[in-house]
């Protein structure tokens, strides 16, 4: 099931309580039974924190996914919980239509938007007549716990938002929700970061700070938790998600998909064949993956070319574990081997299930689409962007191969490249035209502006930073790392070190490479609102990643802060990505 | 652009044709000839695709087909004539269309013009 977040470095507990406490008051409100309607967007976070058996309890007889059919009921309570966002509102008012054109008696309706209202959707309602006749309430999940060191506002499209439409309304929830932390953590004292919409946030938050009353500012508590935030754009980082994840966590989200700390399996992956249970075939189970499995804590992080051995030796000792039976002889032993039972059939258990999923992930790392792939990403990161690349990208499109794929590889061309010469571009989109349709022309466009794949204005910069950041990192040992590059097998993640020079507070040492990235560079302190300058009492780093992180970023700064002694990283970001996640959320869809 | 992308939804094809024309001359006004080309080539292939339509058998389709899309049917339709002149008169690379044809040769699983190829 979900994370216990038992061993979290601060009290993530907490904050799911009182959101979980917050959703179920809203409930008892409507009194007797009633049926929940869900912004299918919500069912991955609300799962994190609340389970159905709970909703049963508080008088949820059914939950529906919100959809543009009209919602047949006999429950005189119906409660949304959506996302503010207008065409959402626009369906919840033709149910509530439909409904008044039906027999009555009335309905009661309560309109939850997560995590808060917004005008616009007041103006929905308003121009839809329905404005007085709804319950509107707010529910403040922000910050989703995905695991212990995880935190996620689970928001789509943010990236879109603020790198390709400049809306930064999105903004505004980062900061609401980074303010939440300080009421519950106190507040923090450094924030450093690097772009435009850190630098947005960050001001945010030091207004919404010096803006609390007396006495929230009060209530605030004493000694800092969190001692720094990372702020940390996309864009000042676009290659790291462009390149293909080799950390298994981050495999796993490349081949299969994880939502919301859950991936969804073949039936064939999780069954167990000596078991009498069965699962349905062809339906896919879905199956969390957090630290609550210890095999999993133990290798998500891992280079994904050392799982094998990794696996292995777990295999082994699992079995000597399951021997000890036979040597156990006393009343006493036996009772103490019982109690083990349990552990060791757990591990088993998710043993045969990470076999499998390794197995199947290797059937795509070692075909040879995907290691010539690689091979032309890692000599882009490695000498930059060459024209045997450029013919590469050519031939992938001739191919026809998996339109993300190509264009992440051709975004990736660009951006190591500063842009890409005149002639060769116009080729470039040309073919791509040609082979996908002439409809890419408004994707293409999109990834224009948003500065991934574009026309070449001046030199690159990529060796420059590649040197002065030290990114790319000879040797890498996988099985044995001594650096973060060992996630990209010698591509240290740009971001990264970014966040490993913040968090050392030596901004300074890279003052060259930092002016040569987009976007403001913010180093600010802030000061306790109570002014008695108190110590602060924990360690603790957050890295917050504005427009998403992706898994091998998460990995890189869980094994950093493994490796030094008192550091606490907990990180957080608006979504979980990867390359083709990011990409496809910049796809235009015409009909 | 906006004005593009709406006549790219539209269902009545002489009105894509047009659109495309029109924008067509909007980019070579603007001098922006890669753009101009490539809407001009646009609005040619939709026409080429509504007589290979006209002369198809029941069920193949045509409009709105990408050029790889095209020229992979006509491969798979045995008018390799025809899929080769697509090809001269947009300027698809020879590689490309190697690919094209040997994958749709390989689909037929026509071995034989898969040899001479």
Same mark, same amino acid.
């Given at each position: 099931?979900?994370?216990?977040?038992?061993?979290?470095?601060?009290?993530?507990?907490?904050?799911?309580?009182?959101?979980?406490?917050?959703?179920?008051?809203?409930?008892?409100?409507?009194?007797?039974?009633?049926?929940?309607?869900?912004?299918?967007?919500?069912?991955?976070?609300?799962?994190?924190?609340?389970?159905?058996?709970?909703?049963?309890?508080?008088?949820?007889?059914?939950?529906?996914?919100?959809?543009?059919?009209?919602?047949?009921?006999?429950?005189?309570?119906?409660?949304?919980?959506?996302?503010?966002?207008?065409?959402?509102?626009?369906?919840?008012?033709?149910?509530?239509?439909?409904?008044?054109?039906?027999?009555?008696?009335?309905?009661?309706?309560?309109?939850?938007?997560?995590?808060?209202?917004?005008?616009?959707?007041?103006?929905?309602?308003?121009?839809?007549?329905?404005?007085?006749?709804?319950?509107?309430?707010?529910?403040?999940?922000?910050?989703?716990?995905?695991?212990?060191?995880?935190?996620?506002?689970?928001?789509?499209?943010? *990236?879109?938002?603020?790198?390709?439409?400049?809306?930064?309304?999105?903004?505004?929830?980062?900061?609401?929700?980074?303010?939440?932390?300080?009421?519950?953590?106190?507040?923090?004292?450094?924030?450093?970061?690097?772009?435009?919409?850190?630098?947005?946030?960050?001001?945010?938050?030091?207004?919404?700070?010096?803006?609390?009353?007396?006495?929230?500012?009060?209530?605030?508590?004493?000694?800092?938790?969190?001692?720094?935030?990372?702020?940390?754009?996309?864009?000042?980082?676009?290659?790291?998600?462009?390149?293909?994840?080799?950390?298994?966590?981050?495999?796993?989200?490349?081949?299969?998909?994880?939502?919301?700390?859950?991936?969804?399996?073949?039936?064939?992956?999780?069954?167990?064949?000596?078991?009498?249970?069965?699962?349905?075939?062809?339906?896919?189970?879905?199956?969390?993956?957090?630290?609550?499995?210890?095999?999993?804590?133990?290798?998500?992080?891992?280079?994904?070319?050392?799982?094998?051995?990794?696996?292995?030796?777990?295999?082994?000792?699992?079995?000597?574990? *399951?021997?000890?039976?036979?040597?156990?002889?006393?009343?006493?032993?036996?009772?103490?081997?019982?109690?083990?039972?349990?552990?060791?059939?757990?591990?088993?258990?998710?043993?045969?299930?990470?076999?499998?999923?390794?197995?199947?992930?290797?059937?795509?790392?070692?075909?040879?689409?995907?290691?010539?792939?690689?091979?032309?990403?890692?000599?882009?990161?490695?000498?930059?962007?060459?024209?045997?690349?450029?013919?590469?990208?050519?031939?992938?499109?001739?191919?026809?191969?998996?339109?993300?794929?190509?264009?992440?590889?051709?975004?990736?061309?660009?951006?190591?490249?500063?842009?890409?010469?005149?002639?060769?571009?116009?080729?470039?989109?040309?073919?791509?035209?040609?082979?996908?349709?002439?409809?890419?022309?408004?994707?293409?466009?999109?990834?224009?502006?948003?500065?991934?794949?574009?026309?070449?204005?001046?030199?690159?910069?990529?060796?420059?930073?590649?040197?002065?950041?030290?990114?790319?990192?000879?040797?890498?040992?996988?099985?044995?790392?001594?650096?973060?590059?060992?996630?990209?097998?010698?591509?240290?993640?740009?971001?990264?070190?970014?966040?490993?020079?913040?968090?050392?507070?030596?901004?300074?040492?890279?003052?060259?490479?930092?002016?040569?990235?987009?976007?403001?560079?913010?180093?600010?302190?802030?000061?306790?609102?109570?002014?008695?300058?108190?110590?602060?009492?924990?360690?603790?780093?957050?890295?917050? *990643?504005?427009?998403?992180?992706?898994?091998?970023?998460?990995?890189?700064?869980?094994?950093?802060?493994?490796?030094?002694?008192?550091?606490?990283?907990?990180?957080?970001?608006?979504?979980?990505?990867?390359?083709?996640?990011?990409?496809?959320?910049?796809?235009?869809?015409?009909? | 652009?906006?004005?593009?992308?709406?006549?790219?939804?539209?269902?009545? =094809?002489?009105?894509?044709?047009?659109?495309?024309?029109?924008?067509?001359?909007?980019?070579?006004?603007?001098?922006?000839?890669?753009?101009?080309?490539? @809407?001009?080539?646009?609005? @040619?292939?939709?026409?080429?695709?509504?007589?290979?339509?006209?002369?198809?058998?029941?069920?193949?389709?045509?409009?709105?087909?990408?050029?790889?899309? @095209?020229? @992979?049917?006509?491969?798979?339709?045995?008018?390799?004539?025809?899929?080769?002149?697509?090809?001269?008169?947009?300027?698809? =690379?020879?590689?490309?269309?190697?690919?094209?044809?040997?994958?749709?040769?390989?689909?037929?699983?026509?071995?034989?013009?898969?040899?001479?190829?």
């Amino acid at each position: 099931g979900v994370s216990n977040l038992a061993n979290s470095v601060i009290n993530l507990t907490a904050l799911r309580e009182a959101t979980r406490t917050e959703l179920i008051n809203l409930l008892d409100q409507l009194q007797g039974k009633k049926v929940l309607v869900l912004d299918p967007a919500l069912t991955g976070p609300l799962g994190l924190i609340i389970e159905v058996a709970t909703l049963k309890e508080h008088g949820v007889e059914r939950i529906c996914p919100l959809t543009p059919e009209p919602l047949v009921t006999d429950c005189r309570n119906v409660m949304y919980i959506l996302r503010p966002r207008a065409p959402l509102v626009r369906m919840v008012a033709d149910h509530v239509h439909a409904h008044e054109a039906g027999p009555p008696p009335g309905k009661e309706y309560s309109l939850v938007f997560v995590p808060r209202r917004t005008f616009v959707c007041d103006q929905v309602l308003e121009a839809e007549g329905i404005w007085g006749s709804l319950k509107l309430q707010e529910l403040h999940l922000d910050l989703v716990p995905l695991d212990e060191d995880v935190l996620s506002l689970e928001v789509e499209g943010v *990236f879109r938002d603020c790198f390709l439409d400049g809306d930064y309304s999105a903004l505004h929830g980062v900061a609401r929700a980074l303010m939440k932390l300080q009421n519950v953590f106190g507040v923090i004292p450094n924030i450093r970061g690097k772009g435009n919409c850190s630098r947005i946030v960050a001001n945010m938050l030091m207004r919404m700070r010096r803006e609390l009353s007396a006495e929230a500012a009060a209530a605030l508590p004493q000694a800092p938790e969190i001692d720094s935030l990372i702020l940390i754009d996309r864009d000042v980082d676009l290659v790291t998600p462009l390149l293909s994840q080799l950390t298994y966590e981050g495999l796993i989200d490349e081949t299969l998909g994880i939502k919301c700390g859950y991936v969804d399996l073949d039936p064939e992956i999780v069954a167990d064949p000596k078991a009498q249970q069965q699962h349905v075939p062809g339906k896919r189970v879905k199956t969390p993956l957090n630290s609550n499995d210890r095999l999993y804590a133990e290798i998500r992080d891992a280079n994904f070319s050392t799982l094998g051995p990794l696996l292995n030796r777990r295999a082994r000792e699992l079995d000597e574990g *399951f021997k000890e039976r036979h040597a156990a002889q006393t009343v006493s032993e036996i009772r103490d081997f019982m109690r083990k039972l349990g552990g060791l059939q757990a591990e088993h258990n998710s043993l045969r299930i990470h076999t499998n999923v390794a197995e199947r992930i290797s059937q795509t790392t070692r075909s040879a689409a995907f290691l010539r792939r690689l091979e032309a990403e890692q000599s882009m990161v490695a000498a930059g962007a060459s024209s045997t690349s450029f013919e590469f990208i050519e031939e992938c499109i001739h191919r026809g191969e998996p339109l993300l794929r190509v264009l992440r590889l051709a975004c990736l061309f660009s951006v190591i490249n500063g842009g890409i010469k005149s002639a060769q571009f116009r080729q470039l989109k040309r073919e791509l035209l040609h082979t996908y349709g002439f409809e890419l022309l408004f994707t293409l466009a999109n990834l224009e502006r948003a500065g991934l794949l574009r026309k070449q204005e001046g030199s690159s910069n990529w060796s420059k930073l590649q040197k002065q950041l030290n990114l790319v990192v000879e040797d890498v040992d996988e099985a044995n790392p001594q650096d973060i590059a060992y996630v990209f097998s010698g591509y240290a993640p740009l971001s990264v070190r970014l966040a490993q020079q913040a968090i050392k507070g030596k901004w300074r040492n890279i003052d060259e490479a930092l002016r040569a990235l987009p976007g403001a560079t913010i180093d600010e302190t802030q000061a306790d609102p109570r002014g008695d300058g108190s110590v602060p009492k924990g360690s603790v780093k957050l890295v917050f *990643f504005i427009g998403g992180a992706t898994f091998a970023e998460v990995s890189a700064l869980r094994w950093w802060a493994k490796q030094e002694d008192g550091l606490d990283v907990v990180i957080g970001t608006t979504k979980l990505i990867n390359g083709d996640s990011l990409i496809d959320s910049l796809v235009e869809r015409v009909e | 652009y906006e004005f593009l992308r709406g006549g790219c939804n539209s269902e009545d =094809p002489q009105e894509r044709q047009d659109v495309l024309m029109r924008a067509s001359e909007f980019f070579k006004d603007m001098k922006d000839e890669w753009a101009q080309k490539i @809407t001009k080539d646009q609005a @040619t292939l939709l026409r080429v695709q509504a007589e290979l339509e006209k002369g198809a058998a029941r069920g193949e389709e045509f409009y709105g087909l990408s050029i790889a899309q @095209t020229i @992979t049917n006509l491969v798979l339709s045995n008018q390799h004539k025809k899929a080769a002149r697509i090809a001269s008169e947009f300027d698809v =690379p020879d590689k490309q269309f190697w690919w094209l044809k040997l994958k749709a040769l390989a689909q037929l699983r026509d071995w034989d013009s898969l040899d001479k190829f």
